[in-house]
């Protein structure tokens, strides 16, 4: 079964620094775009930043300056560098991935299950 598992998500003053990781797991020929989404309460579901295959990267302006995100594709993994955060990040954040399963296979999208970010001030 294919998923996306994320961690490193916690509880943080603000200023502070926190890393998230996400991992692709089961059988996948490839991977295209990875990224990070986040959800506060009582608001919709927003992009932070993807990156492609070939490194190419885009961020929300509220995060540009702040966060870095990066992705290795030995591991299938993808990472969010999260530093000088504000109660405003205060969010789940969920992993999302363009998976190919197989080499004649389109790209399926997929979320991981979310970790929570809490930013106290």
């Known amino acids: 079964q294919v998923q996306l598992v994320e961690s490193g998500g916690g509880l943080v003053q603000a200023g502070g620094s926190l890393r998230l990781s996400c991992a692709a797991s089961?059988?996948?020929?490839?991977?295209?775009?990875m990224g990070w989404y986040r959800q506060a309460p009582g608001k919709q579901r927003e992009l932070v930043a993807t990156?492609?295959?070939?490194?190419?990267?885009n961020y929300a302006d509220s995060v540009k300056g702040r966060f870095t995100i990066s992705r290795d594709n030995a591991k299938k993994a993808v990472y969010l560098q999260m530093n000088i955060l504000k109660p405003e990040d205060t969010a789940i954040y969920y992993c999302?991935?363009?998976?190919?399963?197989?080499?004649?296979?389109?790209?399926?999208?997929?979320w991981g299950q979310g970790t929570q970010v809490t930013v106290s001030s």
């Open positions: 999302n991935a363009d998976l190919v399963r197989r080499w004649f296979d389109t790209a399926v999208n997929y």
């Open positions: 089961g059988s996948i020929f490839s991977i295209d775009t």
């Open positions: 990156i492609t295959t070939r490194g190419s990267i």
